[in-house]
């Protein structure tokens, strides 16, 4: 079957490879396993009333016109406590949102490349404390940025060690992204178009050329580091990063609907990415539809950014990870490299800031290609200290509270995102949790 390749312009480009029918999820139903049957009733986790409130707050955005869609998940003990599909597709269309609506998810690929690191690890294949350059020989004359000198010339110097595999993981190898900040060494990945290379190769020697921002291990910034992770599992593995995903990870567990392209047939699946029009609650396209179907073919698939997912696809990696590498019968990793995965592994000096781009903070620190929350939060209601969480750039945002044995999921598409429907979320499904949480007003 023809397959097309799917691109955001000024982000990233993303791509699915899937198949299926579209398919409600009835009330009750277990996402994360196989059946996908109706239980039996039980005692209740939530606050029947309080849980009742996240569906009638998350759909807020859509009927205010705000966003096109949502669609959303929340899970304990493997079944579905709250689901909700609020929207349609298209803005030209009337088909409603399902379990199956394809979704950009953009960074919420990261976690799925870092497992694919930790599986390498696991076959013996990589070494988490060995420089990344040992793998990547492209890697290994790099330089750290010391600042200017009085004529406006970059200061260089040596890297105190070379940057390892799992500093790489973690976001404190020093390299940059070009997203955002405006620092000497973002403007030399914007300038080199770093995230535009044509493959793994010209991506690495781009990089390569760049200095850090920061001695290995000395600091924290959000990076390209995970783009640089599939190069890596691409060459230590002899296969192509795609095909590694799609045998390892996505066959294994069931997720078809989930990749870095996308059958032709499956187009209408997808749903249109949206920002805010001149007149206010009125959505228009971020881009031509037809233009994520063109210009793309030949941009390295990337590991920080790539993938299109499903509610439904996404539930089952999630519950993976919540299951210590187990979902259904099958075994992606062990239990204690999930452990591993989900441990804290920024320095106190590292936790500053705030919010996913500027650096771990409030709480949270970034481990192995996942956030993690570190301290109690500060407001009333949140996820206990061991939760993981990640989101994406078109507003689709997760996390999974081993404590409690719960898994949220959301999806939507917009640029920017509505951001505050992921503390809202987080408030609410806490609220409603029948615990120490239950008797606040």
């Known amino acids: 079957m023809k397959k097309v390749i799917i691109g955001l312009a000024g982000l990233m480009a993303v791509a699915l490879s899937a198949c299926g029918k579209d398919s409600p999820t009835p009330s009750g139903a277990t996402i994360g396993a196989t059946d996908n049957t109706i239980q039996e009733p039980r005692q209740p986790a939530f606050d029947r009333f309080d849980i009742g409130r996240l569906d ?9 016109g705000r966003l096109l869609n949502i669609a ?21 269309g009337s088909d409603p949102v399902t379990q199956d609506t394809i979704y950009r998810i953009y960074s919420m690929t990261k976690p ?32 750290v940025f010391t600042g200017k000198d009085a004529a406006g010339k970059p200061g260089l110097a040596p890297v105190s060690h070379a940057p390892t595999v799992r500093e790489l993981l973690s976001h404190t190898a020093g390299f940059g992204y070009g997203l955002t900040t405006d620092d000497y060494v973002n403007q030399r990945y914007r300038k080199k178009n770093v995230e535009r290379a044509p493959n793994f190769d010209a991506l690495l020697e781009r990089v390569g050329s760049i200095p850090l921002r920061y001695q290995p291990g000395e600091g ?42 996308i059958d032709e047939s499956d187009i209408g699946r997808l749903a249109d990415i949206t920002r805010q029009a001149a007149e206010p609650n009125t959505l228009a396209l971020a881009e031509p539809r037809d233009q994520r179907l063109r210009g793309h073919e030949t941009k390295f698939p990337s590991g920080g950014a790539g993938l299109v997912s499903t509610l439904k696809d996404y539930d089952r990696f999630a519950h993976m990870l919540l299951g210590r590498g187990t979902l259904d019968g099958v075994t992606l990793l062990k239990p204690e490299t999930i452990d591993l995965m989900f441990g804290d592994l920024a320095t106190a000096a ?31 209601n949140g996820p206990p200290v061991g939760t993981v969480f990640w989101s994406g750039a078109a507003g689709t945002w997760f996390w999974i509270d081993p404590a409690n044995d719960i898994v949220f999921i959301a999806m939507i598409q917009s640029v920017p995102p509505v951001t505050n429907l992921q503390t809202l979320s987080n408030d609410i499904v806490y609220h409603a949790l029948l615990s120490d949480f239950a008797d606040l007003p």
């Not at 009638?56 to 205010?64: A, F």
């Not at 690191?117 to 420089?131: C, H, N, R, S, T």
């Open 220 to 261: 924290w910034e959000y990076s390209i580091a995970s783009d640089i992770q599939g190069a890596l599992i691409e060459r230590v593995s002899g296969m192509t990063f795609e095909a590694f995903l799609e045998t390892r990870i996505f066959q294994p567990l069931d997720m078809p609907s989930t990749g870095f392209s």
């Open 72 to 92: 959303y998940h929340l899970s304990k003990d493997g079944q579905v406590e709250a689901s909700g599909f609020h929207g349609v597709r298209t803005l030209a």
């Open 112 to 143: 799925v490349t870092a497992v694919a690191v930790l599986m390498l690890y696991e076959d013996g294949k990589i070494d988490l404390d060995a420089p990344v350059s040992q793998y990547l020989p492209e890697l290994g004359s790099l330089k």
């Open 350 to 380: 590292i936790k500053t800031g705030g919010g996913q781009f500027s650096g771990p903070g409030r709480g949270r620190g970034y481990a192995l290609g996942i956030g993690a929350v570190t301290e109690p939060t500060m407001r009333r």
């Open 56 to 64: 009638s707050e998350l759909s807020k955005p859509v009927t205010q």
